[in-house]
């Protein structure tokens, strides 16, 4: 077994590789590997932060931001206020340890002050009514015959929602390599006492609940639960190689934060803000584009914005994201498109492109604590603002069917 332990960030580590699992890691997409010599690779961070399991190597990928505020940054883009008591105790470079551990002391107080029942409804095959008879299908299916039975019922159970989420959350955990024992034994008591909820089926929606006053105590730890299980976790084969574990991709973190707190700002100036709005850069609608963030005035775009964790580098696009803003601001009309990247991935900076269109390039500082971050994301609200006071470019031609609305 082979230990890869990186940073998010940074040139990458020498690693003693095979070839095949160079490719491994490669085709897994959750870091980039490079060959060197005598059998080594510059194994590189490539956005994503937690520990996975590729073939017959242990990958651990640590993040540059603190727990706690990834943390915060995900709690915020879903409507949930995150508290540092939730973490009570100095949060190490281990991000998988710090959200297993903090999930089962939460499942744990939940299921201590009570498992939530409810009912569900339920077809079933019985040979006495319970329920209501299901007519049509006993005559269409049983062709007249007496038995079995076709019921539908209201079912009062354990196997709800919330129960189905809690446990499906504490099964991805239980997977991960290399997790604490006494965590991995925790979590493994939380899935025997839910072992008659239904386990989740893989590719079909999460089910549903609603905040109620039965399921008010299960609050922080569905938070969690949804976390771990909306596009957070990774357990599934990628191309030809398995791979399993827990992976963040803090490109999406980021532009989710900033999706949720730019529009908060933008929309308390004025107007309206709509995220990934849909657009056409050609004329015959063939062209699609969803920038990140576009703001409405009087129903009319009067700025686009794309959050970048960091500035994308393509081989032979060293400025991709240039690029990109300056189609959304063609077919949008505008004379200006901001990028707003994380601080240390990018600088902030002004472009003055041929034709008029200016690219604005700002940088927010995620070390910042969460009241200062929120400051710092109204004063960019006001620097966008700033800039929608310059002359407006002329508006696209047949701009009625570029956009995808």
Same mark, same amino acid.
């Given at each position: 077994?082979?230990?890869?332990?990186?940073?998010?960030?940074?040139?990458?580590?020498?690693?003693?590789?095979?070839?095949?699992?160079?490719?491994?890691?490669?085709?897994?997409?959750?870091?980039?590997?490079?060959?060197?010599?005598?059998?080594?690779?510059?194994?590189?961070?490539?956005?994503?932060?937690?520990?996975?399991?590729?073939?017959?190597?242990?990958?651990?990928?640590?993040?540059?931001?603190?727990?706690?505020?990834?943390?915060?940054?995900?709690?915020?883009?879903?409507?949930?206020?995150?508290?540092?008591?939730?973490?009570?105790?100095?949060?190490?470079?281990?991000?998988? #340890?710090?959200?297993?551990?903090?999930? !089962?002391? %939460?499942?744990?107080?939940?299921?201590?002050? @009570?498992?939530?029942?409810?009912?569900?409804?339920?077809?079933?095959?019985?040979?006495?009514?319970?329920?209501?008879?299901?007519?049509?299908? %006993?005559?269409?299916?049983?062709?007249?015959?007496?038995?079995?039975?076709? !019921?539908?019922?209201?079912?009062?159970?354990?196997?709800?929602?919330?129960?189905?989420?809690?446990?499906?959350?504490?099964?991805?955990?239980?997977?991960?390599?290399?997790?604490?024992?006494?965590?991995?034994?925790?979590?493994?008591?939380?899935?025997?006492?839910?072992?008659?909820?239904?386990?989740?089926?893989? @590719?079909?929606?999460?089910?549903?609940?609603?905040?109620?006053?039965?399921?008010? #105590?299960?609050?922080?730890?569905?938070?969690?639960?949804?976390?771990?299980?909306?596009?957070?976790?990774?357990?599934?084969?990628?191309?030809? !190689?398995?791979?399993?574990?827990?992976?963040?991709?803090?490109?999406?973190?980021?532009?989710?934060?900033?999706?949720?707190?730019?529009?908060?700002?933008?929309?308390?100036?004025? @107007?309206?803000?709509?995220?990934?709005?849909?657009?056409?850069?050609?004329?015959?609608?063939?062209?699609?584009?969803?920038?990140?963030?576009?703001?409405?005035?009087? @129903?009319?775009?009067?700025?686009?914005?794309?959050?970048?964790?960091?500035?994308?580098?393509?081989?032979?696009?060293?400025?991709?994201?240039?690029?990109?803003?300056?189609?959304?601001?063609?077919?949008?009309?505008?004379?200006?498109?901001?990028?707003?990247?994380?601080?240390?991935?990018?600088?902030?900076?002004?472009?003055?492109?041929?034709?008029?269109?200016?690219?604005?390039? #700002?940088?927010?500082?995620?070390?910042?604590?969460?009241?200062?971050?929120?400051? %710092? !994301?109204?004063?960019?609200?006001?620097?966008?603002?700033?800039?929608?006071?310059?002359?407006?470019?002329?508006?696209?031609? #047949?701009?009625?069917?570029?956009?995808?609305?």
């Amino acid at each position: 077994m082979t230990e890869v332990d990186i940073f998010e960030v940074g040139a990458g580590e020498p690693v003693r590789l095979t070839v095949a699992q160079a490719a491994a890691l490669v085709e897994s997409k959750l870091v980039s590997a490079e060959p060197l010599t005598n059998g080594e690779w510059l194994v590189a961070g490539a956005g994503k932060v937690g520990v996975a399991q590729i073939g017959d190597v242990t990958l651990r990928v640590k993040p540059k931001l603190p727990i706690s505020r990834i943390f915060y940054l995900l709690g915020f883009s879903r409507g949930f206020v995150w508290r540092d008591d939730l973490v009570p105790y100095a949060t190490s470079e281990d991000l998988v #340890h710090v959200l297993a551990d903090a999930f !089962v002391r %939460q499942a744990d107080r939940a299921l201590g002050r @009570g498992v939530i029942q409810g009912y569900v409804e339920r077809d079933d095959e019985l040979a006495v009514v319970r329920g209501r008879l299901r007519h049509r299908e %006993q005559v269409t299916r049983r062709f007249g015959q007496i038995t079995p039975l076709l !019921v539908r019922y209201d079912d009062f159970t354990i196997d709800v929602a919330e129960n189905q989420l809690v446990r499906a959350a504490a099964n991805v955990l239980r997977r991960v390599p290399g997790l604490d024992a006494g965590v991995a034994s925790r979590l493994r008591a939380i899935t025997q006492r839910l072992d008659v909820v239904s386990d989740l089926t893989p @590719g079909v929606p999460l089910p549903t609940w609603r905040p109620t006053r039965r399921n008010a #105590h299960y609050d922080t730890v569905l938070w969690f639960a949804s976390m771990i299980l909306k596009g957070q976790s990774i357990d599934l084969p990628i191309g030809a !190689v398995a791979v399993n574990g827990f992976m963040i991709d803090m490109a999406k973190v980021f532009e989710d934060f900033v999706t949720a707190a730019l529009s908060d700002a933008l929309e308390k100036i004025d @107007g309206k803000v709509k995220a990934q709005d849909g657009w056409y850069l050609d004329v015959g609608g063939t062209v699609s584009m969803k920038p990140d963030l576009v703001w409405y005035r009087a @129903g009319k775009p009067i700025a686009v914005i794309d959050a970048k964790y960091k500035a994308e580098k393509p081989s032979g696009y060293p400025n991709a994201d240039i690029y990109q803003t300056l189609a959304y601001c063609t077919a949008l009309g505008l004379p200006a498109g901001h990028l707003v990247y994380a601080k240390g991935n990018e600088t902030a900076q002004d472009l003055h492109l041929h034709g008029g269109i200016e690219v604005h390039a #700002h940088a927010l500082d995620l070390q910042l604590q969460p009241a200062e971050l929120l400051a %710092q !994301v109204d004063e960019l609200a006001q620097a966008i603002l700033f800039a929608t006071a310059h002359k407006r470019a002329a508006p696209p031609e #047949h701009s009625e069917v570029r956009s995808a609305r």
